[in-house]
């Protein structure tokens, strides 16, 4: 059973930081590319960032790129999203995600981790 676990969302001022982390179960995550998305009340869900198997190319949302980055372990089978400079538009519920290619996420998702950003 594949199981996708977000963890280390929560509330922080607008400017602060969060380290986001997904724990991967019941698949080999180093065959899988890896993502974030989001979500935030009202809107679609959205892409933020994504990375590919090995870890070497990674790519980003216009309106996180240079403040989030996007990294995993695959000994582990773990994805992180560290985001800095955090803004109240930040705010969102952000799910994990993995599938065969960096540009076609979705096979599984997590439940999501929940980011509110004060402002």
């Known amino acids: 059973q594949v199981q996708l676990v977000e963890s280390g969302g929560g509330l922080v001022q607008a400017g602060g930081s969060l380290r986001l982390s997904c724990a991967a179960s019941?698949?080999?995550?180093?065959?899988?590319?890896m993502g974030w998305f989001r979500q935030a009340p009202g809107k679609e869900r959205e892409f933020v960032a994504a990375?590919?198997?090995?870890?070497?190319?990674?790519s980003y949302a216009v309106s996180v790129k240079g403040r989030f980055t996007i990294s995993r372990d695959n000994a582990k089978n773990m994805v992180y999203l560290q985001m800095n400079s955090l803004k109240f538009e930040d705010t969102a519920l952000y799910y994990c995600?993995?599938?065969?290619?960096?540009?076609?996420?979705?096979?599984?998702w997590g439940q999501g981790t929940q980011v509110t950003v004060s402002s």
């Open positions: 995600t993995v599938g065969p290619l960096t540009t076609r996420l979705g096979d599984y």
């Open positions: 990375i590919s198997r090995g870890g070497v190319s990674t």
């Open positions: 019941g698949l080999t995550s180093s065959r899988l590319a």
